[in-house]
């Protein structure tokens, strides 16, 4: 299969490009029956050489090019009508009729608050020249009205707010939000690539609209993803700034499977400058070692990083609910625990030569001793809560 794709320079065209490039490498093996060999990417400044042979011999076309912000609107027609029009006829040309994407967007709809847009009236021109195209040609052309999009690589104050906010807070530049509760309708990069990937193996997502509301039609005459989230612009700079801050805190906020949260985190992440990358952790140092907190979890506790010098006993403590899990990684140590009111001691000779997981019991009192004479022992510790100074549920008992 041979794949054009215009405005491949565009935070889309990069995304998908990059996507495309994977499964033509075989690095992706996620879609056996995608077969590509020809990827032919098309841009603003590409010579018409290769629009031509893109048109010649492709077996799918995404049209991804258009205009957002141009200097004059008279422009917006000019970008977004204008160059489908230039592709449509280029493939009649050659009497290519394989499958046609375009990208439109919710502000075609010409409805509301969209109504006397220059942005809206151009993607909607597009449309409609698509459309005769299909009746005029008979071939298969499958329009998306996407709403705001977001993540990584998308150019800040032009792609989406999302792309400003979130370079503006990893770079400590202002935000301004005139009113935290409104509310978008946001589709992230890599689900809007799912679907049109979805649509290159003919599984598109059919839609109608009523108004400005996409509505699932098996055959309708519109194309979405209807993995979207609404969420208003108080609650991402909210999000934002514990992202920003968690370096400071180790706390990371709750990021459930495909929620908006682990989405933003991601997209938050890639406009870091080099020097947010890396950053300081505490470590809490004596001369037994040292003990490093790493990560704090709003519902699934703590992560910390214990070091041992040789010889030297740590723990001799129990607790009454809370629960740990100790992994030593490097070195040679013994975990001892016994359950309080017991004499019966449990023990655990542990390498890290064979990583394993021990266990820490509640109403049993641990300890981890360094059996080394010259290497330190090395222990990823996890704790099913944030450590409460308050409330620390530690209590000293030596193990023997």
């Known amino acids: 299969m041979k ?12 995304n998908l490009a990059a996507a495309l490039d994977n499964l033509k490498s075989n690095k992706d093996r996620t879609r056996p029956q995608l077969k590509i060999d020809e990827i032919y990417l098309y841009d603003i400044n590409s010579s018409e050489e290769i629009l031509e042979e893109a048109c010649k011999n492709a077996d799918f076309v995404f ?35 394989c499958p046609v994407m375009l990208s439109s967007s919710i502000q075609a709809t010409l409805v509301g608050r ?75 990069i890599d689900d809007l690539v799912c679907e049109l990937l979805n649509a290159l193996e003919g599984k598109e997502t059919r839609c109608e609209y009523d108004g400005v509301n996409a509505i699932s039609v098996e055959n309708g005459n519109f194309c979405t993803s209807f993995n979207t989230h609404k969420v208003t612009l108080g609650r991402i700079v909210e999000l934002l700034e514990s992202f920003k801050n968690q370096p400071a805190t180790l706390v990371m906020p709750e990021i459930p499977f495909n929620s908006f949260e682990k989405k933003l985190y991601s997209t938050y992440l890639s406009y870091l400058p080099k020097e947010k990358v890396i950053f300081d952790l505490k470590m809490n140092e004596d001369d037994r070692g040292s003990f490093t907190e790493l990560l704090k979890t709003e519902n699934c506790g703590q992560f910390s990083i214990n070091i041992s ?8 403590h129990w607790h009454h609910t809370k629960w740990e899990f100790f992994i030593v990684v490097a070195g040679e140590g013994l975990i001892q625990q016994r359950k309080i009111g017991s004499d019966e001691v449990l023990n655990f000779h542990v390498s890290g030569d064979k ?46």
Request: glycine share 8%; with cysteine.
């Open 355 to 400: 990583i394993q997981a021990v266990h820490m019991l509640p109403g049993y009192t641990h300890n981890i001793i360094n059996l080394s004479e010259t290497e330190n022992l090395v222990t990823v510790m996890w704790a099913n809560e944030i450590f409460n100074p308050n409330k620390p549920d530690t209590f000293f008992e030596v193990v023997e």
């Open 3 to 14: 794949i054009l794709v215009t405005g491949a320079e565009g935070f889309v065209g990069k």
């Open 63 to 97: 049209n991804l090019a258009g205009v957002n912000r141009p200097e004059n609107p008279e422009d917006f027609m000019a970008g977004n009508f204008g160059f489908a029009s230039k592709l449509l006829d280029t493939l009649k040309k050659y009497n290519n009729t």
């Open 114 to 188: 969209y109504a006397n847009g220059e942005y809206g009236k151009s993607k909607k021109a597009g449309e409609d020249l698509f459309f005769d195209y299909a009746k005029s040609t008979g071939a298969k052309v499958l329009v998306y009205r996407l709403p705001n999009l977001f993540g990584k690589w998308g150019r800040p104050n032009y792609n989406s707010v999302i792309a400003t906010f979130c370079n503006n807070m990893a770079n400590d530049l202002p935000i301004t939000v005139n009113d935290p509760a409104v509310e978008l309708e946001l589709l992230y």
């Open 309 to 316: 010098k040789p010889g030297i006993v740590k723990g001799q």
